[in-house]
């Protein structure tokens, strides 16, 4: 038993090591100016602090160590008050250096201009609403935990909280901002890499705080603009039968009356918008890769999915079910 | 000497040695059994016992974070639901913080400040057992409700909206808010005692430039208590006026403020911290002193910096609040104050480091946790400069990076210091020695265990794991590091264990131990151990600041207090000349009563608002019972 | 360790006041604490009023005449308060006596003006977040009234005991006395607040 304790240990502190600084949600793993800018600070300041450290641990370790005859209590040596003076002039330099450093790394966080694309994001419990926001009423469009950004381009987030405090992290793109009900944050991301960015509430919001991811996809101009003429448009007539049922069971039954898909009768507010949920990534914020199976297992118990999240169980049919699933999976 | 006639009373010159002190003891002692235990206003039995409630309260908290610990070892487990989760992370910081941090430090601070000042008791002695007896209470209160499943579940900073009337369904988040206010009438209690008794009560001769740097630190904490205090009564009152009644205070549609929740609690919320901290750097200033066998370096530099510390400590709160949204210039300023409140910590660690180098270093188990602390506490140190800085918190805010920081800065910074001083301040309190052979394993264990659990915590974070969720999914790369960290951790409770199971065979059947077993300096180990009823025979004089290293031969002392009624001394505040011979109050029950009554309307009043009205009338019948004069000599004057 | 007498207490008092007694500086300590909790509750006021578009919200400003009334009587008490500080130093039982009858009057006479104080604010606590604060620091004023009547009150009638002649209880009327100019001289920036931050 204890060799199966030690060897779990050994594959644990592997597995440590080895996890490398990427990974698609890490502060350290950057791809986009302000997180690169962030990161060569936090590189800087943490390498200092690491010398410091160390200076201040071989001064205790020679002061622990070193030999002398046992003498009894006598008033300071004026060198030791000359030493301490020093290291606390030299405490001054660095925090005031650091203090400047960050007030600059600040300063240069670029904010977004007036022509730059403009995201509205709202934090709900548990899951992410976005709406692109352009010059004409037209070219808006609504989605949910998942946004697609043109790379090279700053992105304005305008953030708003609707029910409880949420925080927007993508940290391999930029720092975090809060979503602060009654007020409004804004927020500028960047990407000059495409790619896939995992983001994740860093603000605890309840029950399903830990279950409520988003993805940012960074693509060319090209790929950007041709996601977002396909998310503007409304969703497809269903071509074959099976989905038509879906269709009819999806306006039938509650569903519609929490979820919107343009261009059908479903026009409810209160959950994510499911006009393209096909073409996203993943389903319930980042719970399972969006397949026709998992929306049939999220749709069939989403109280043991995701325990306490805002979605009731809506009983089904297996019929119903697997023709709603299909219809969703569908909407491309 | 002759004795002036109009003095009535017996005084003690007129006894002999022995007959002294069965006199003082008569006069001093607590009745025993069930109704002295409950009485009591001995200072030494209520510190004694709110050091232990305390260590009850820590291992209790170490048990809700073993159990996050093993729910997060690995991916989407299954061993705990987010709503227990959510419940167990509250109560775990929550009671880390209310009912165990703070809590211990004022009890040390009850038992050892009346002796290191060398008074008799504190200041306020029923107010002492009141404080007592309400903190118990709350206690209680939090934790019977999260065996009810009614525990707090909204963080232990309980945030609106997520803890207001809309979104914190129930009563758990009324729970969380009345047990602030049980441990903050407890705390504001005992802090206007220790500020009381260090300003009026000190012996003759200890001026303010010889009072022990420990007394300095428990005298800046309470004043930090009694100025931050408020910020947290006025915060969870106005929550429970929100839950309760319909105000909206945090209310946006009706004209109040989400972020109004966040300033009151970090104005508390800051200062919180170095309520604990300080007292824990007092704690390493006077063990230092012993175990390198010198007078600590720099004492004016160490007091200027605990009083620089607390006064700094109110300029920071912004800095928990640097991701919400508020000017980003009004930031940059907290990034200074908070970077520049490393200065007088800084100053302290350069005072240690000096008395080290200068020492010969004794390295017993005090002494490791001093080394330990060091160790640790420039981590945490350094870890809260990095945080401290707005654009590196915009990544790291709310993340393990965070929780690495704390907790470095906590158990290093607080705990270890803590421990150290348990060991050495043992014997005082029960006459007998921990075993130093224990002693030295559980320091490594806890050394080794924490740091193995707490440092990958950094890694963590900057690897975009935010605090707070009861599991995480497979595809992130945290498993391997989360598993890590949960094997560390049985190191690190095995330490503990092993601390628990010294204190309690220690005091059973340690070594019996002499008044001074380290040859420490200070006026505590003046006395026996454990201290007499009365602590000195006769009050010392004092001359310097380690009057047991200045008077290794005899301590100077003074007479002319009376025996038959219970008497210490009251001096002036900066010279300590005497000014009166005071009387202590006997022991008495209504503190217990008062006590009762004010839980039953704390209580009462989560449920209704009638219950400040009611609940009031017996609060105020008890008050009158402590007050009201019983006619003893103590009441004479 | 042996022990050598350097010095005598014997000819110390057995009680002090003033400055000595450790009671007066126990009620300076809670003068501090709920002073500070007071400029909580004014900055929490002087906070939301800065976000709000308009102040009051959705109210009118508080009727003047019940507040102002309230000032004058407290103002007023404090000349009785400050004698009876005088004649408890002096240690005059009988003044005493009589001056602690005029501040039990003196302490009633603000709360029977307050009940028609809380009305004249024309805002409900649970209307909007102004009425709430206007009502909390009114709430919080009018508990502090309160515990400062039954203190004096319940130490009225100690007076009139045979216990009352006694240097402590003496020094308990000076220590409430004090207290009681805390009640009062708090009430002014809080009548300031509610009556006239509401009218700018």
């Known amino acids: 038993m204890i060799r199966a304790i030690g060897k779990t240990c050994m594959r644990a502190m592997l597995a440590a090591l080895l996890a490398d600084c990427s990974g698609w949600q890490s502060a350290l793993d950057a791809h986009g100016p302000s997180a690169v800018s962030l990161k060569q600070l936090i590189i800087v300041i943490v390498v200092v602090c690491s010398l410091v450290w160390m200076l201040v641990m071989t001064t205790m370790i020679v002061a622990l160590l070193r030999r002398r005859e046992v003498r009894p209590a006598t008033p300071s040596p004026h060198r030791m008050t000359v030493a301490v003076t020093g290291a606390v002039v030299a405490t001054v330099l660095i925090i005031g250096t650091f203090t400047v450093i960050s007030f600059l790394a600040t300063h240069a966080l670029g904010v977004a201009g007036q022509d730059d694309l403009t995201i509205r994001v709202r934090g709900l419990q548990w899951w992410w609403g976005f709406e692109y926001i352009g010059p004409n009423p037209s070219d808006r469009f609504e989605t949910a935990n998942e946004i697609h950004i043109p790379v090279g381009r700053n992105v304005r987030l305008k953030l708003e909280g609707l029910d409880v405090i949420h925080s927007f992290w993508v940290p391999s793109l930029a720092g975090k901002q809060d979503l602060v009900p ?86 409810g507010k209160t959950g994510p918008d499911l006009t393209h949920v096909g073409s996203r990534r993943t389903i319930a914020a980042g719970l399972f890769e969006t397949t026709r199976g998992s929306l049939a297992a999220w749709i069939a118990d989403p109280q043991t999915i995701k325990p306490g999240n805002n979605m009731p169980m809506v009983p089904l049919t297996p019929d119903e079910l697997r023709t709603v699933s299909a219809y969703l999976a569908s909407l491309k | 000497m002759s004795r002036p006639a109009t003095t009535p009373g017996t005084r003690d010159i007129e006894l002999q040695r022995t007959g002294l002190t069965s006199a003082l003891a008569e006069t001093w002692k607590t009745p025993s059994g069930l109704w002295g235990a409950l009485a009591t ?82 200041a306020f002695p029923r107010l002492n ?6 903190y118990l209470a709350g206690g209680a209160m939090l934790w019977i409700a999260f065996a009810l499943d009614m525990g707090p579940d909204v963080g232990w900073f309980a945030y609106v909206p997520l803890s207001g009337p809309q979104y914190g369904a129930g009563k758990r988040a009324d729970i969380w808010a009345q047990m602030i206010t049980f441990t903050e009438i407890s705390a504001l209690a005992v802090a206007v005692e220790l500020v009381v008794t260090i300003f009026k009560q000190r012996a003759p001769g200890m001026t303010l430039n010889r009072i022990p740097v420990f007394v300095w630190a428990i005298l800046v904490t309470s004043f930090l208590v009694i100025m931050a205090m408020p910020a947290i009564v006025v915060a969870s009152t106005s929550l429970i006026l929100d839950r309760l009644v319909g105000t909206h205070f945090y209310n946006p549609a009706e004209g109040g403020d989400v972020l109004l929740w966040q300033h009151l609690f970090w104005f508390f919320g800051h200062p919180e911290v170095y309520i604990i901290f300080l007292p824990a750097a007092g704690m390493v200033s006077t063990l230092i002193e012993p175990f390198a066998r010198r007078p600590a370096f720099g004492y004016l530099a160490l007091v200027m910096a605990l009083i620089a510390t607390g006064i700094l400590a109110f300029g920071l709160w912004v800095h928990h609040m640097f991701v919400a949204g508020l000017p980003r210039l009004g930031d940059s300023f907290f990034t200074a104050s908070s970077m520049a409140i490393a200065m007088p910590a800084g100053i302290q660690v350069f005072c240690w480091l000096a008395t080290l ?214 001096t002036t505040l900066a010279e300590a000349e005497p000014q009166a011979r005071e009387a202590s109050p006997q022991h008495s029950i209504w503190p217990l009563w008062a006590a009762i009554a004010t839980t039953i309307m704390l209580i009462w009043s989560i449920f209704s608002p009638w219950a400040v009205v009611w609940g009031a009338i017996p609060v105020a019948i008890t008050l009158i019972g402590w007050f009201w004069p019983k006619g003893t000599p103590e009441d004479e004057s | 360790m042996r022990e050598k007498v350097v010095l005598d207490l014997g000819r110390l008092p057995p009680h002090g006041m003033g400055t000595t007694s450790v009671t007066w500086w126990g009620t300076l300590a809670f003068m501090l604490i709920e002073g500070t909790g007071f400029a909580l509750v004014i900055a929490v006021y002087l906070y939301l009023m800065s976000l709000a578009a308009a102040w009051p919200i959705n109210a009118p400003p508080p009727d003047l005449l019940p507040g102002t009334l309230v000032t004058l009587i407290l103002l007023t008490s404090l000349a009785p308060n400050i004698l009876i500080s005088r004649w408890a130093e002096q240690q005059d039982l009988r003044k005493v006596r009589i001056g602690m009858v005029i501040m039990s009057i003196l302490g009633i006479a603000p709360l029977v003006v307050r009940v028609f104080e809380f009305p004249a604010l024309k805002v409900s606590w649970d209307s909007n977040a102004y009425g709430s604060v206007a009502w909390t620091l009114l709430g919080l004023h009018t508990t502090h009234i309160i515990t400062d009547l039954v203190d004096t009150l319940v130490l009225a009638a100690l007076m009139f005991t045979r216990r009352g002649n006694n240097e402590r209880r003496f020094g308990d009327v000076r220590d409430n006395a004090m207290y009681w100019n805390f009640v009062v001289v708090t009430w002014l920036p809080i009548y300031g607040c509610i009556y006239w931050l509401a009218r700018l």
């Not at chain 1, 399903?208 to 448009?233: G, Y």
């Not at chain 2, 061993?79 to 989760?85: A, E, F, N």
């Open chain 2, 357 to 570: 180098w200068d020492g010969t270093p004794d390295f017993k188990t005090p002494l490791l946790f001093i080394i330990g602390f060091i160790v640790t506490f420039v981590i945490g140190g350094l870890t809260g400069v990095m945080v401290a800085s707005v654009p590196f918190d915009t990544q790291v805010h709310d993340t393990y990076f965070v929780v690495a920081h704390f907790h470095y800065v906590l158990i290093g910074g607080a705990v270890f210091p803590l421990l150290g001083a348990i060991h050495y301040w043992f014997p005082k309190l029960t006459g007998r020695m921990m075993s130093e052979r224990l002693g030295q394993w559980s320091f490594w264990l806890i050394f080794a265990g924490f740091n193995a659990t707490f440092f990958p915590m950094h890694i963590l974070g900057l690897q975009g794991m935010p605090r707070r969720i009861y599991t995480y999914q497979p595809d992130l790369p945290w498993h391997g590091l989360n598993l890590f960290v949960s094997l560390s951790a049985i190191v690190l409770a095995a330490g503990f264990l092993l601390f628990f199971i010294n204190a309690i065979r220690s005091a059973r059947s340690g070594e019996v131990a002499t008044d001074n077993p380290w040859n420490a300096p200070t006026l505590e180990w003046a006395t026996t151990s454990p201290p007499p009823s009365y602590n000195f025979a006769m009050i010392p004089v004092v001359g310097g600041l380690q009057p047991l290293w200045e008077n290794r031969d005899a301590l100077s002392v003074a007479d002319g207090l009376r025996t038959d009624r219970r008497e210490l001394l009251v």
């Open chain 2, 41 to 122: 206003v001995d200072h030494k039995i209520i510190g004694r016992r709110y050091i232990l409630t305390a260590f009850v309260f820590l291992a209790l908290g170490g048990v809700l974070a073993a159990l996050m610990r093993i729910q997060l070892a690995l991916p989407e487990a299954r061993l705990i639901g987010p709503d227990r989760y959510n419940q167990i992370f509250t109560m775990h910081g929550a009671n880390m913080m209310f009912l165990f941090a703070v809590p211990v430090m004022e009890a040390v601070a009850v038992y050892f400040v009346p002796l290191m000042v060398g008074t008799r008791n504190i």
């Open chain 1, 182 to 267: 009654g007020r409004s944050n804004e927020l500028t991301i960047r990407a000059d890499n495409p790619g896939v960015y995992r983001g994740q509430c860093a603000e605890f919001c309840g029950m399903q705080h830990a279950h409520m991811a988003l993805l940012v996809i960074a693509q060319s101009q090209d790929d950007f603009d041709r996601w977002s003429n396909a998310q503007r448009q409304a969703a497809r007539q269903p071509a074959e039968e099976e989905l038509a049922a879906g269709l009819q069971t999806f306006l039938a039954k509650p569903c519609a009356g929490c979820h919107t898909i343009r261009g059908t009768a479903a026009t």
């Open chain 2, 129 to 134: 057992a009141f404080s007592y007896w309400i």
